[in-house]
């Protein structure tokens, strides 16, 4: 069955924190930031609730699927950074939005959450209960980073991602592997209404590791080869991190999409973000194979190969 990503939107918040702006706040520079991570910017939710950024981002992609609210079947909704602990950000965008006939909740993969809801939003759609589905990915980190921690204040960002997923139209999932593990939670986790804590170095390599094995899981069960890709768009946590993959893959710079030196690393909202504005600047088109990969907290990471 046919699965297409048949309408993206996004939305970042207006307010820029520039790197020379973390150097007011913390021990930091504008070299150490951009030479180890690729981050110039990022954006700030100050005057933006993560629903009010999540309703622009879905009436993006609900205008460009050309989609009525009430012809949605499912909101799911990835977040580590919800509105309320209950109940559901997915609900209350459902309520902005008016997808009256619908049922809606939210998923916790942290950076892979937008890959996990698309795996979800496969099973909605191959199992019947739903022919479109809203996948949302939106994040307001900035309210659980510790602004005092230069190690971790200087990643991330705020902003929010949206895909009408739908069983019409000529895209396909063709392949796609999920993994977490458990054991290693306290490598990159936040207690309840505590901040980010997180041992970088570790996760680095680990990050490089494991998305390179599924994406050559994913590669290998379609029987494709490397060059046959059009576009990759990695979760955006680290430009080296992405140099490094693209390297192991054998897959060249300029086929992978970047935007982390504007916006940081938004977690769950990072890929569809990337994919909305590579698909607005020309960079992703109809037709193209695209891979898709993650890892963050859980730890959770995992690739997906779709043809767009
Ligand atoms: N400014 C200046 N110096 C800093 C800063 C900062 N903002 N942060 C740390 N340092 C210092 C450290 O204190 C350390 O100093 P020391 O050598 O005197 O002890 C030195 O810089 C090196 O620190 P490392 O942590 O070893 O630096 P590293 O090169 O590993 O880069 C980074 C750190 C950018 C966090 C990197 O490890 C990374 O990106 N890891 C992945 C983390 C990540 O992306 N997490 C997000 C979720 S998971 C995911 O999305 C994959």
Redesign the pocket.
């Known amino acids: 069955m046919g699965i297409t990503l048949q309408g993206l939107g996004y939305y970042v918040p207006q307010d820029v924190l520039s790197n020379f702006d973390l150097e007011k706040i913390?021990?930091?520079?504008d070299e150490?930031?951009t030479t180890?991570?690729g981050i110039k910017e990022r954006r700030i939710a100050k005057n933006e609730t993560l629903i009010d950024m999540a309703e622009k981002a879905s009436k993006m992609a609900l205008e460009d699927a050309k989609v009525d609210p009430k012809d949605v079947d499912a909101i799911v909704f990835a977040t580590i950074t919800p509105h309320f602990s209950f109940p559901a950000s997915a609900c209350l965008l459902q309520d902005r939005l008016g997808c009256k006939n619908g049922f809606a909740f939210d998923i916790s993969a942290a950076?892979s959450g937008f890959l996990y809801g698309l795996e979800v939003a496969k099973g909605l759609i191959v199992g019947g209960s739903a022919k479109k589905v809203l996948l949302v990915g939106a994040e307001k980190l900035s309210e659980i980073v510790n602004w005092q921690d230069?190690?971790t204040c200087?990643?991330f960002g705020d902003g929010a991602g949206a895909v009408l997923v739908s069983s019409e139209g000529e895209g396909e999932i063709l392949a796609s592997v999920m993994r977490s593990d458990g054991e290693a939670w306290n490598i990159?986790y936040a207690e309840k209404c505590g901040y980010i804590n997180?041992r970088?170095?570790e996760?680095?390599k680990l990050?490089v590791r494991s998305m390179e094995e599924v994406c050559q899981q994913v590669i290998s069960t379609v029987g494709l080869k490397v060059e046959d890709i059009d576009l990759v768009i990695p979760?955006q946590?680290?430009i080296r991190?992405m140099e490094a993959l693209a390297e192991k893959l054998g897959i060249p710079m300029q086929k992978v999409y970047s935007n982390i030196h504007k916006y940081g690393?938004t977690s769950a909202a990072s890929i569809p973000i990337a994919m909305a504005e590579a698909y607005r600047e020309g960079r992703l088109k109809r037709g193209y194979t695209v891979l898709m990969t993650a890892?963050?907290?859980g730890l959770t990471w995992g690739a997906t190969l779709i043809r767009f």
């Open positions: 913390v021990d930091t520079s150490w930031i180890r991570t950076c230069r190690s200087v990643l990159l997180m970088g170095r996760l680095f990050a979760h946590a680290n991190i690393n890892m963050g907290a």
